[in-house]
């Protein structure tokens, strides 16, 4: 069935209360509910129903009288009072069969809940809607030494805890979690004087993988009182690390619950990629204490209300901790290696969707990563001080409430006075825009004209003009900037801006900063991308710059056979002689445009792409760039080392990035010599794994593979790496073959959502080695798909995104793969998660 944002309305009834007793037993945990409901003037329906999944009920009371509730497999109907009543109920559920990760599960002997989106109906009957907020007390029973969960613990005694969350909350912010744990702590002054106790809670063993995470905490409550005003409010915060997680991390209220990939980090077992996606993430999910928990969403469509400013402001944090340029060209590859396929393709969804049969299906890169886009659009619209003033406004006004995206929307009309109705569409309107720019020069006037249109997607033929933020500068001849950055705000679908008064034809710098989420259609010269990469003073569009180059000579050579272009060549030449230049903005300069981007670029343009040739036009210009840029290579790779103890930082990582890079290109010369010597006393996971890496790619790692796995095999999630690397690095050929290999290894427990992704997630990322001619590719990940969807449904339809950009390729991969999504759709019992990503993948 399917959910409409149109049919929202309110519940009959507000809950006052809710306390809840857990008896921890792994087969069969027993909850009781005692909840407080009210009718809710604001409501009229008084239809009483409450969710309610895979839950057996043993009893049922309402005001003490016992009831017999309507039971069907979504949950029970009952009659109530008209007036406040006490409703209680008994259930038992099971808790250590719990493989698909939602509700309470256990992972290695410890509890643990995930309930966003729709957990908690796992747990116990209960309206588990995100605009029913309720305070909890939850009691837990069990002989665990470490018994966890929301809120400030207010009780216990012999065998028992208690614990109270004094703020009102949604059901899906709800966490428990008890264990063999031991704890890192630390504490934590408010702005306002407040203490708090800070734990980060572990598996025994893991104690030396928690001080990064605690100092990113700590950083992140005091850049959020800094920056937003915004201060914790309660005594303690706890975060627990688990192996077995379907996501990254959850922000459950004072008791954030992460996958152990993204919180455990030491330098010899996590890279400075680690490193950095942790920081991030713990600050995201710290920021959701007031993005999400204090302010949350009315309902599920409104996601981007809280996901897309959390991502908005967990990138800030790190543009503020690290380089700002270095985290904005991170981001936009990532934007556009994930969601421009998703937003161009079958899967396409507005930012806030109006319909869905499974809301897991919709934490996507839409809604996360294009629902920051949106809110970085709407900072550059009304100016910073404006924004500030705004998210005052956002948190005074609506405290304590759930949500929606007008309600978000009106703060920044109220605040500016500007009408947002046609800024509005950028959470309505699915699809990528295009920006095409045609250019006048005539008496010292230069005229841009800009015309934007989207292109048609699914449920939405016709697009309306959207308000596009272009950000332009312009650069005279010999490569100064002869006009600054300027906002010009393209709302129409087309319009022209002129620039006056300039002594000669300037080169325009367009989309500075990448300051809207679109793809800019522009014919333009070589010579002029080299002069911006050469002289533009806007660090993303020289970067940009670059990429238009490595783009344009890929898509030559692929077309048209033309050799590698020297003009790029040449212009990351000079990049890379720059010393000025931080070593992290020259290991992005090295970067060259995925092999997926290649592909959807040339379907765009009327080629259809074929992965063997895309691949052999990479590996040719990656061999190229290493011979011209020979003599240079020492020099730098003698500039990336570190002689410092290692740290994570942005320095260190920007210099082992480049180390990395330029190892890549060594490597090409020399066959691995450098990088057997390098993979020796590397000291460090980041060096070794990049050294390991280079090995692989030369043919040459098998020994060090093999002493790799010796090495860690204790620790998984550096196995999880062991695994991922050699799927990515394989032969195009060779890559189906090294996946199924892995998959009959003992350590390849594929109930693991890490390690299932470590293999078949890298399958899906190897881009010719999964579009393999043979389709072995297509089939080998739709066998592990159809055996992991009885298992973990939500993992499984995550995994099906892979398939979503197949109409890119020839009628025979085409039919390859149509076989394979059929396949799928026919299997008996598959999961509503998995049925609703085929069926939108393989479309009408
Ligand atoms: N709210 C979490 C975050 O972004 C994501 C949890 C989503 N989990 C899920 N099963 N849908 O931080
Ligand atoms: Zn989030």
């Not at 809710?18 to 008896?23: G, K, P």
């Not at 050579?557 to 002689?577: H, K």
């Not at 010597?677 to 070794?688: I, P, R, S, V």
């Amino acid at each position: 069935t399917t959910v409409y944002l149109k049919d929202y309305t309110p519940f009959g009834y507000l809950v006052d209360s809710v306390s809840l007793t857990f008896d921890l037993v792994p087969n069969a945990t027993r909850v009781t509910a005692r909840i407080a409901f009210r009718p809710n003037p604001e409501a009229q329906d008084r239809t009483f129903f409450l969710h309610g999944e895979g839950l057996k009920l043993i009893g049922a009371q309402i005001d003490g009288q016992d009831v017999k509730p309507e039971l069907t497999d979504q949950g029970l109907t009952c009659d109530v009072p008209d007036g406040p009543f006490l409703w209680e109920s008994e259930v038992e559920i099971d808790p250590a069969n719990n493989t698909a990760l939602e509700g309470l599960y256990m992972s290695n002997g410890m509890y643990c809940t995930q309930c966003e989106a729709e957990g908690f109906r796992k747990i116990t009957f209960y309206p588990d809607r995100p605009d029913v907020m309720s305070t909890f007390t939850v009691r837990i029973y069990g002989d665990l030494p470490v018994m966890l969960s929301n809120g400030n613990p207010s009780d216990s005694g012999d065998g028992w805890v208690e614990w109270t969350d004094p703020w009102p909350k949604p059901a899906y912010l709800f966490a428990l979690v008890a264990g063999d744990l031991v704890a890192h702590s630390d504490r934590f002054t408010t702005a306002s004087g407040q203490e708090v106790d800070l734990n980060l809670w572990v598996r025994p063993g893991d104690e030396h993988k928690c001080a990064f995470g605690m100092e990113a905490l700590k950083k992140s409550m005091r850049w959020d009182e800094e920056v937003y005003g915004r201060e914790y409010d309660l005594d303690v915060f706890n975060i627990v690390a688990v192996d077995d997680f379907n996501m990254g991390a959850m922000e459950n209220k004072g008791l954030n619950i992460f996958n152990s990939a993204a919180v455990l980090a030491s330098p010899d077992t996590s890279t400075d990629g680690n490193f950095e996606r942790i920081e991030a993430i713990i600050a995201h999910e710290y920021f959701h204490n007031w993005t999400g928990n204090r302010i949350t969403c009315r309902d599920w469509f409104q996601l981007c209300l809280k996901e897309g400013l959390t991502v908005f402001r967990d990138s800030q944090f790190t543009s503020d901790l690290r380089s700002a340029p270095v985290k904005r060209i991170s981001d936009v590859i990532d934007l556009r290696a994930r969601q421009f396929p998703e937003d161009n393709g079958p899967l396409a969804h507005p930012v806030r969707p109006e319909s869905f049969q499974e809301i897991n299906n919709f934490y996507t890169a839409t809604v996360y990563e294009k629902g920051a886009e949106v809110i970085g659009m709407l900072k550059r619209l009304v100016g910073d001080a404006a924004y500030a003033e705004a998210l005052d406004l956002y948190f005074a006004r609506h405290d304590g409430q759930a949500c929606t995206i007008e309600d978000w929307l009106k703060v920044f009309e109220d605040v500016t006075g500007r009408d947002l109705a046609q800024f509005k569409r950028w959470y309505s309107q699915a699809g990528t825009p295009r920006v095409a720019v045609e250019e006048r020069w005539a008496e010292g006037t230069y005229t841009l004209t800009l015309t934007q249109s989207t292109p048609p997607t699914p449920d939405q033929p016709d697009k309306a003009p959207q308000v596009i933020p272009v950000a332009v500068g312009l650069l005279g001849p010999n490569g100064d900037e002869v006009r600054e950055t300027q906002l010009l705000e393209l709302t129409e679908e087309r319009q022209s801006f002129t620039f006056e008064g300039l002594a000669a034809k300037p080169v325009p710098s367009i989309l500075r900063g990448f300051s809207a989420p679109v793809i800019l259609d522009r014919e333009t010269t070589t010579e002029e991308r080299a002069f911006l990469l050469a002289h533009d003073t806007d660090p993303f569009n020289r970067w940009e710059a670059g990429r238009a180059l490595a783009q344009h000579t890929l898509l030559d050579m692929i077309v048209n056979g033309t050799p590698p272009e020297p003009a790029y060549l040449d212009g990351i030449q000079s990049v890379l002689r720059d010393e000025a230049l931080d070593p992290a903005y020259r290991a992005l300069m090295l970067g060259l445009p995925g092999q997926s981007e290649l592909a959807a670029t040339l379907h765009e343009r009327g080629h259809t792409p074929d992965p063997m040739a895309i691949w052999q036009a990479v590996e040719t210009l990656r061999q190229t760039m290493a011979e011209h840029l020979q003599d240079l290579l020492p020099r730098l790779h003698a500039e990336a080392q570190v002689d410092a103890p290692y740290r994570p930082d942005a320095e260190q990582s920007g210099k082992r990035a480049l180390g990395s890079a330029v190892l890549g290109l060594i490597n090409r010369i020399d066959g691995g010599v450098l990088a057997a010597e390098e993979y020796g006393k590397a000291d460090n996971m980041t060096l070794q794994l990049s050294a390991l890496g280079a090995l692989i790619r030369a043919g040459k790692g098998a020994g060090q593979l093999a002493a790799f796995y010796d090495q860690w095999k204790d620790d998984r999630l550096v196995i999880d790496k062991w695994f991922g690397l050699q799927v990515s690095l394989a032969e195009p050929a060779d890559t189906v073959k090294v996946a199924v290999h892995l998959t009959r290894h003992d350590d390849f427990n594929w109930k693991n959502p890490n390690r299932f992704r470590a293999v078949l997630g890298a399958l899906a990322m190897n881009h010719a080695g999964f579009h393999h001619e043979s389709g072995a590719g297509y089939s080998l990940l739709a066998d592990w798909l159809l055996r992991l969807d009885p298992v973990n449904p939500q993992t499984t339809a995550r995994m099906c995104a892979p398939f979503q950009t197949w109409k890119r390729y020839d009628a025979k991969r085409q039919e390859m793969i149509a076989e394979q999504l059929d396949r799928i759709a026919a299997a008996p019992g598959l999961s509503r998660d998995t049925t609703e990503m085929i069926s939108r993948i393989r479309g009408a």
